[in-house]
């Protein structure tokens, strides 16, 4: 029996997935929207097993300068990363807040290792969003952009727009057609779009020309990629990019919803991946036109997949970090010294999150008070947060526990006990789809049966495009440490 994998192959929040192999090795980036370090890197040799090594954006000046001020929901949305003579590039759109001269600006960057460090980003004002590269066999580079896909060319290194943009093809539907991808295949120029929408119509569309610019000819056997069963476990399947592996076969990774009790998108948008088998007329077809598959043979058989011993995947602060005031140690503790703010603050640095990994899992740290001369004064302890609209604090102060919810604009429920912090405490969250479980030192004090405010569905109010994160806090002055001791799934 063939060995298997199952999708989606990156749960939690993991959206419009992007990916390049160079050689015999897959890397792929996804949008982290307001969170720093910002546009995740992940490598693969297998195309199902990832782990992250490192970040487009990661200087804090530059994030302070440009995701500072941002709503929730905005920041980089839909990165690409591409490979050319012997540089990595990732493009994105850096949507701004909608008080902004130009609401969506491009982003570009490139470095010559897949890790990074990136060089400092450059800005183009062009409208639009979803933006990928592509080079054609002249050497010509050209980005393209929705709606459509309109296609402008570009300097080599990016930094200079050389055109206008163009619309090459308008897509299968008609409705919202973005997330532009371009390949060349046997003399044939292929245009992939996402269409529908994010939410339950979203699919996957593909022309062809063998002209750069026209006209396309529709695939007859779009969408190539949809979910025509709306009560499947797997969801919104769309926003996709083909690879090619060394052998000659392609696959597509794309992105996927998954929804608790059919509603709630707790998890934000996952990452599928199927192969892509092509007709004997070169038209590409994914599974068969069944929509996702749930399990399917791994892509290498006899690939043996080895974890690294430490990746570079980071604890996350919404829009900027104040590296004088959060530290992260190398047996995975972190510090952070309050500034004052609370979560709901767009100018809050003291906070760090982790995207929640699936529907069932326990997270418990220990936190600890080190500053012996000081009284403590602060709240503080560990958060289920979506955004600075809608999060859950599960904290103490000198002398209470409490957990509080809080959801535009109010702390709408808090419940409360007695309790005498003494330095050091543990923190332990069981979470059971929209249940939550709050216990302090292993003793039982809370139990929320339908938190729904965590989910992407929670609140109507902004650009609710992330998912459910776990972390930890300083709301006061002073400087904590935490140890996390599990997530288990």
Known sequence: MEESYRNPILKGMH????????????????????????????????????????YG??????????????????????????????????????????????????????????????????????????PSLFTDDDGKRYMLLNRGARIMEISEDGRKLLSEPSLIWYGHSGHAPEGPHLIKKDGYYYCFLAEGGTGKGHMITVSRSRSLYGPYEPCPFNPIMHQKDGMSAIQCCGHGKPVQTQDGRWFMVYLCSRFLKGQWG???????????????????????????????????????????????????????????????????????????????????RSLLVKSQPDFQFTM?????????????????????????????????????????????????????????????VTFRVETHGLQRTFLLNNSYLWHWPDVTSICSEGLSKGKRFTGAMYGVYVNGGNLLRWRQHREIQ
């Not at 974890?307 to 503790?333: C, F, H, I, M």
């Open 15 to 54: 959206p419009d997935p992007s990916v390049v192999r160079v050689g015999e090795d897959y890397y792929m980036v996804h949008s982290s929207f307001l969170y720093f370090p910002a546009i995740p890197i992940s490598h693969s040799k297998d195309l199902v097993h990832w782990e992250v090594i490192g």
């Open 266 to 348: 707790m998890l934000g948008r996952e990452t599928c991946l199927d192969e892509i088998k092509w007709t004997l007329d070169g038209w590409p077809l994914m599974n068969q036109g069944k929509g996702p598959s749930y399990i399917a043979p791994l892509p290498y058989q006899q690939q043996e997949y080895k974890k690294a011993e430490q990746t570079a995947e980071s604890w996350l602060t919404p829009r900027a970090r104040d590296e004088s005031s959060v530290r992260e140690e190398k047996d995975g503790s972190v510090w952070i010294r309050g500034d004052g703010k609370d979560l709901w603050e767009k100018s809050c």
């Open 364 to 424: 418990e740290f220990t936190m600890e008070f080190m500053e012996e001369e000081k009284e403590f004064s602060s709240n503080a302890g560990v958060t289920l947060y979506y955004d600075e609209n809608t999060y859950i604090k599960f904290g103490v102060t000198k002398d209470t526990v409490f957990v509080s919810e809080y959801v535009d604009r109010a702390y709408i429920r808090t419940e409360r006990q007695p309790f005498s912090f003494q330095k050091t």
């Open 57 to 130: 954006v990661t200087d804090s000046t530059w994030a302070e300068e440009h995701l500072g001020g941002l709503e929730c929901g905005r920041g980089f949305w839909a990165p690409d990363i591409s490979y050319h003579n012997g540089r990595f590039y990732i493009c994105a759109t850096l949507r701004l807040n909608d008080d902004a001269p130009c609401i969506q600006t491009q982003m570009i960057t490139s470095s010559t290792c897949p890790q990074g460090p990136y060089d400092t980003p450059v800005i183009h004002e062009v409208l639009g969003i979803d």
